[in-house]
């Protein structure tokens, strides 16, 4: 584990120097892996023979890892103080949120507010300097554990490219090795008793359901009065128009004015929007819908001032088609719409 930590440390150090190179030279971490293993099986051959001093080694490479995981993190957050990472280009910006990659999210999201850049900037750098010091290096790991799990199941759930997966994954499996080190210590900080605050309650039963309760009441409320997403799976989904009909005249959807609908969103929470060419020209409203004759009713709630309600029917979902037909302002509509997605 040091000699791969070590590695992906020299590699970012070294990233400007070696520039197009350093995708060739991934193979690089596991190359020390494979050297470390010679490296062990040596060790401890000449350990039986006692020709080596294998406290002195150990402490070492416990030293060294703690040295190239601060080496490593320290490097990630000064380009994040520097705007060298997680700085979105105003090109990205731009974009639709639907059209952004699960990585590309994570830029545009941290890209809005540099203090919290900054913050998570100056966990690392701190939380890396501690580590340096036997006195202060569990601080270090409590600092940085949050801070690198985070990183991680970011990496993991928004797809980001498997390298930086990787690096991440050695250093915090790097900060749980060396917890190790003080388990003893750990455990009793977590897990020892402290001062008498448990309820008043003799009968231990009605004491640990009480303590449930507290978990399982907001639960109860949410299943009772909430309203749950996605109560329609089938006509939840995004639609594009394919051909529009007004007061028995169809019109050109692909060439269309801005009075026409282009898609149309059927979402959670009974939430509904037109687009008119583009998203800046939506309409959004909420509606009611029966399962079983399929009627809808829909109350416009955006933009301010458009009040005209809509009144359809919905035909079942033919090969990802499904016609609307309804009453708007006065006007017949009917709307062909394809499912995208």
Same mark, same amino acid.
């Given at each position: 584990?040091?000699?791969?930590? @070590? ?6 150090? !070294? ?39 294998t406290?002195?080694?150990?402490? #070492?490479?416990h ?9 490593d ?17 105003? /090109? ?13 999210l $994570?830029?545009?999201?941290? !890209?809005? @507010?540099y203090p ?9 750098l /701190?939380g ?14 409590? %600092? ?8 991680l199941?970011?990496?993991?759930f =928004? ?8 690096q991440?994954?050695?250093i ?8 190790? #080190? ?6 009793r900080?977590? #897990? ?11 009968? /231990?039963?009605? +004491?640990?359901?009480?303590?449930? !309760?507290?978990?399982?009441? *907001? ?8 309203? =749950?997403?996605?109560?329609? *799976?089938? $006509?939840?989904g ?17 060439n269309c004015?801005?009075?026409?609908f ?11 929007? #037109?687009?008119?060419?583009? *998203?800046?020209?939506?309409l ?7 399962? %079983? ?9 955006? *933009? ?10 919905l ?6 088609r499904m016609?609307? @037909? ?12 394809? +499912?995208?997605?």
């Open positions: 584990m040091v000699a791969i930590i @070590s590695m992906y440390a020299l590699l970012e150090v !070294s990233r400007l120097f070696i520039g197009i190179w350093i995708d060739r030279m991934a193979f690089l971490p596991f190359a020390a892996f494979a050297l470390a293993v010679i490296y062990a099986i040596s060790w401890h051959r000449r350990e039986k023979q006692q020709q080596i001093d406290t002195n080694i150990f402490s #070492f490479l030293n060294m890892m703690c040295y190239f995981i601060c080496l993190l320290s490097m990630f957050a000064w380009r994040k103080v520097f705007l060298l990472q997680l700085h979105a280009p105003l /090109a990205l910006l731009d974009k639709q949120l639907g059209e952004l990659s699960g990585e590309q $994570i830029m545009g999201f941290f !890209s809005h @507010s919290l850049t900054l913050c998570v900037a100056l966990l690392q /701190a890396s300097f501690f580590l340096l010091f036997r006195k202060t290096r569990l601080l270090g790991i409590f %600092t940085l554990l949050p801070v690198t799990v985070n990183i199941l970011l990496d993991i =928004y797809d980001v490219e498997a390298g930086a997966l990787i991440i994954l050695f915090t499996l790097g900060l749980f090795y060396l917890l190790l #080190f003080d388990y003893e210590k750990v455990m900080f977590f #897990f020892s008793e402290g001062p008498d605050g448990s309820f008043v309650f003799r009968n /231990a039963i009605l +004491k640990n359901a009480l303590r449930i !309760s507290a978990v399982l009441i *907001p639960l109860a409320l949410c299943i009772s009065l909430y309203d =749950y997403p996605n109560r329609h *799976p089938d $006509i939840t995004k639609f594009r128009v394919v051909k529009q009909t007004i007061n028995g005249k169809t019109y050109d959807t692909v004015s801005d009075s026409l282009t898609l149309a969103y059927f979402d959670d929470k009974n939430t509904i929007v #037109f687009e008119r060419n583009s *998203p800046q020209k939506w959004v409203g909420d509606f009611q819908y029966n399962k %079983t004759t399929r009627d809808m009713k829909v109350i416009w709630r955006y *933009p301010k001032g458009f009040l005209d309600t809509l009144t359809a029917t035909s079942p979902l033919d090969k990802n016609t609307l @037909s309804g009453i708007m302002k006065q006007d017949t509509l009917r709307v062909e719409l394809e +499912k995208l997605k």
